[in-house]
């Protein structure tokens, strides 16, 4: 690589979002209030579930591995923009940047596919319930989960390694707060048809199939819901997936508003708002949403709060 603007050879730029020292420091506050709640709150879902022998059930195993997902998607991203709006440091090493890139693809993957995984999971819940237990053994679940980690693996690690072949002789500027792939092509002074066109077949394999599997899933479940005579019995079939299908809808709704706000408009500002409503908002929000619409989780966080409380009473009471 040649040298760079500001940049020692190998670094890059994050803009981020603003140079104003008294805005940046509004901006850490924020962003790092959201990073704590996003952390804390997908920690006490699977904390919650691993201590309840009640929720040791394929639903919330894949619900745990979800969480756990979504506490690595946002720690790839959002520590490093808090270090540079502290230290007011907008660089970024190529080793940091392409790390950025291999995490960020792999966890937003990983989310994706257990979604999907999940779908099926309540497609069986609600299409097969009496063979239910038949098919979701513990066994099928862990492949799944294994399959998904897998499959993001190696497409994350096939996007990152052809990033290598590129050379930037040009700005090392990235107009972001982190290291986004579609961005950093845009800095490439070399052919970058290869890395696009495996960047859209990837998208299409790993974002566009797994879609097309959750509204198939949810097309059999509509279907069979319809076909239950109960109002009773219509509720509560769909009270079983509403969680999940609420979560699906923020983490497509705001990747989609991601992908048009960088196509429609070239502003920088717009594209960077919608990246905070995908890479934290959407994560933050999950452990709410299937918290706060089931009874089963919100007892066993309520468990899990007591316990806390009791083990720091008798800690206080040892040391007194």
Known sequence: MERGNQTRVGNFLLLGFTEESELQLLLFGLFLSM???????????????????????????????????????????????????????????????????????MFGCL??????????????????????????????????VLGSWCISVMGSLLETLIVLRLSFCTSMEISHFFCD???VLKLACS??????????????????????????????????????SSAGGKYKAFSTCGSHLSVVSLFYGTGLGVYFSSAVTSSS??????SVMYTMVTP?????????RNRDMKGALGTLLIRAVAVRDDAVTGLS
């Open 35 to 105: 990073y704590l709640v996003t952390f804390t709150g997908n920690l006490l879902i699977i904390l919650a579930i691993s201590s309840d022998p009640h929720l040791h059930t394929p639903m919330y195993f894949f619900l745990s591995n979800l969480s756990f997902a979504d506490i690595c998607f946002t720690s790839t991203t959002i520590p490093k923009m808090l270090v540079n709006l502290q230290t007011q440091s907008k660089v970024i090493t190529c080793a940091g940047c392409l790390s950025q890139i291999y995490f960020f693809i």
């Open 111 to 144: 989310d994706n596919l257990l979604l999907t995984v999940m779908a099926y999971d309540r497609f069986v819940a609600i299409c097969h319930p009496l063979h239910y237990m038949v098919i979701m053994k513990p066994r099928l679940c862990g492949l799944l």
């Open 181 to 183: 792939l579609p961005e």
């Open 191 to 228: 052919d970058t048809l290869v890395n696009n066109t495996t960047m859209y077949f990837m998208t299409i394999v790993l974002g566009v199939f797994p879609l097309s599997g959750i509204l198939f899933s949810y097309a059999r479940i509509f279907s069979s819901i319809l076909r239950i």
């Open 269 to 274: 500002r717009t594209t960077l708002v919608a």
């Open 284 to 292: 933050m929000l999950n452990p709410f949403i299937y918290s706060l």
